[in-house]
């Protein structure tokens, strides 16, 4: 027995995304079948292949099934309060310029507690990276409706279902200025770490939609099956289409669900703007924010 062990915990230690991960956490607290374990699991594989340096990458995520991720990130981690893991986030990259900082957190959190936050991050086009994983409902604390659920699907608080029009998110984040805007779900392994792979490399406000199964309140609410049965219907019903216009990209219930890159452009983030308006108005007194750092000084 304890020659087994030895070889899984070799095993364990020599597995590329181990040192990514808080491997004396895991397994994991998420529900058999749920998604965001393999969607970790693609954003741990994306930092290992761009040789991210964990000693400047900081996490930070909100409340909710998605907002445990930042405790299974082996990295400066902060789990924020319900809705407020981008401004958090911004002031962290505006005090730490150098660091490279993710937000990943839930559909309710980002854009339903948070969503005033997310938009006006997006219009300054804060150099942030936002996944967002929307399983269609508020997963943790109880199934209610979230700003993200399909019209007609029930939840704990529209048991004869929704009928408020949800979010349409790659729009949103597009239309709010966002440089950066994908959409996939978690069967889609290899062109989600491909997509997070892209966005670690861009600046901006880069933003990452992943759809994935809620199978102890969502998929039970509207008797949908097992988690392995909504990926089923992901594999049946996905269309990827680069480049589409992101005005078509609501989401039915049990529709078709379009995934793909929409978005990918550069543009001046919110420290360039900062440093060229500053410098242009102070000249030689003003220091630039840079990756090292800045100052003002007279």
Not at 111 to 121: C, D, L, P, V
Not at 159 to 175: D, I, K, Q, T, V
Not at 205 to 217: D, G, N, Q, Y
Request: proline letters at 5%; hydrophobic letters at 40%.
């Amino acid at each position: 027995m304890t020659q087994v062990m030895e070889q899984t915990d070799t095993t364990v230690e020599e597995h590329p995304v181990a040192p990514f991960l808080r491997m004396d956490r895991i397994p994991h607290i998420w529900c058999p079948t749920c998604g965001i374990g393999t969607v970790v699991k693609c954003f741990a594989s994306a930092l290992v292949e761009t040789n991210i340096d964990l000693d400047k990458a900081a996490i930070v995520s909100g409340i909710g099934c998605t907002g445990r991720v930042a405790g299974y990130m082996n990295m400066d981690a902060f789990h924020s309060t319900h809705g407020r893991a981008i401004p958090f986030a911004t002031g962290l990259k505006l005090g730490r310029p150098e660091l490279f900082v993710t937000v990943f957190s839930g559909d309710g959190d980002l854009s339903g507690i948070g969503g005033n936050h997310f938009i006006h991050a997006a219009r300054r086009n804060m150099d942030l990276l936002v996944i967002l994983i929307n399983n269609f409902i508020y997963g943790m604390t109880g199934g209610q409706n979230a700003p993200t659920t399909p019209l007609g699907a029930k939840s704990s608080t529209m048991p004869y279902g929704n009928f408020e029009r949800p979010f349409n998110l790659p729009h949103l984040a597009a239309s709010c200025g966002a440089t950066y805007v994908a959409r996939w779900t978690s069967l889609h392994i290899r062109r989600l770490t491909k997509s997070f792979r892209e966005a670690i490399k861009r600046k901006g406000f880069r933003f990452i939609e992943v759809i994935a199964p809620c199978s102890t309140l969502y998929a039970r609410l509207n008797k949908l099956g097992t988690g392995f049965n909504l990926m089923q219907f992901y594999h049946d019903n996905t269309e990827i289409r680069h480049g589409a216009d992101t005005r078509d990209l609501d989401i039915d219930f049990q529709g078709e669900i379009t995934c793909a890159k929409f978005v990918d452009e550069e543009r001046p983030t919110f420290l360039d703007m900062m440093n060229e308006q500053y410098k242009k108005t102070l000249g030689d007194r003003y220091v630039p924010m840079a990756p090292e750092g800045g100052m003002y000084h007279e």
